[in-house]
């Protein structure tokens, strides 16, 4: 019997997985941070392209079939990809760095101010 | 003694902690995937920016010092926190997926054409 | 009395001012199209964050007053403005590339099977 | 003969002409300001996508042949298809758009200040 344990897996254990993929190729030479932050616009974008026109209620329902949900799991991959290809060439710790910004976001956006509002934080009353 | 277990998150871990930094502000209703989608290609925009117009080498340079390199872990953690809000939103589990597309690269790459190449999967010979 | 001739420009009136701006600046040399290209996407990005979390409604009310609709304008300024520099860098005649591109939209939708509809091309039936 | 006029075209004649195709295929309903905007920035991430991984002297080389070349200038022309749109939804002008935002770059970008240099106006001694 397989064990399922995908989603306890941690973003070291991926990095190390994507850095794998990528030595076997030799592409390490691209990999310049400027290029690899381009890679993630563009893949940002293509994720974009699967719901421009559509309606929140369509794409919901478009999401629980495929090829439309596949096609949906591999842009957001590809994504988490470039940016675990970025942690490397930057020497970033991604979950400390989303851990620190939370930290900040949490002096931004105070519950009291943001409840319920889209409002930037430097448009909060 | 705190004990460092940053990196050995899951992102299972990281995504609970970020739908409760959610949920404590009432953000879920904007959190459609077309918004999120969205969002995703603003941070990756503004990533982006850091780098625009510098040459490699005065990146990596940057890299090493503050405030340079605090803005770009922000911006890296800023998409991370919205991939992990689509992953809810959208149902998926990104581990999987990040498994998923590496398998499926491996066929589109295989090392033997693509070794040391850049060229798209379509433009190997 | 002065003549309001703004919307009687073309393209090569509005990009000689842009190439004029840029060469009193000495910025030639940061306009290869590589970087072009990462700041149009950074620019659309801008743009996107003007209307991101908002409804349909909102944004169109919220266009015909100041100063959001000057920022609206701003952004797409940009936009044209680096379109423009890459049209110089990369050599293109932008009105003959929209027109070869509207000749080839009229073959990918076919005002029979596109009308009312916002599939791809490649998904009309 | 035919009289060659292309790069004397006006925006407001270029913007008639992609209106009309628009029209011819009711698509204007599918035309909100937030979704044009999505639509640029998925353009712009295409366009990034033919000068991603590669040097800048093997793209100018590149453009100078088909089909990378017409591929970009496909690119360029949907960026300002979809600009186009928007000026449209939003009713902006765009020449004017850009003059206004020309005016507003001198006062951030004095040429004693910015002559040769890359930095952003807030970081300009």
């Known amino acids: 019997m397989r064990h399922r344990m995908d989603d306890q897996d941690t973003l070291t254990a991926l990095k190390r997985r994507v850095i794998e993929f990528r030595d076997?190729?030799?592409?390490?030479?691209?990999?310049?941070?400027?290029n690899l932050a381009m890679a993630l616009a563009i893949e940002a974008g293509e994720l974009q392209e699967l719901f421009l026109w559509k309606e929140d209620s369509e794409i919901l329902t478009s999401l629980q079939n495929d090829p439309f949900g596949i096609r949906v799991r591999e842009e957001m991959a590809d994504i988490l990809i470039f940016l675990l290809y970025l942690?490397?060439?930057a020497d970033v710790d991604l979950s400390e760095a989303v851990k620190a910004k939370l930290i900040k976001n949490q002096a931004k956006y105070p519950v009291s101010k943001s409840f319920g509002s889209s409002k930037k934080y430097n448009e909060l009353d």
Do not use: E, I
């Open 24 to 34: 076997a190729r030799a592409w390490g030479p691209f990999h310049t941070p400027k």
């Open 87 to 89: 942690a490397q060439a």
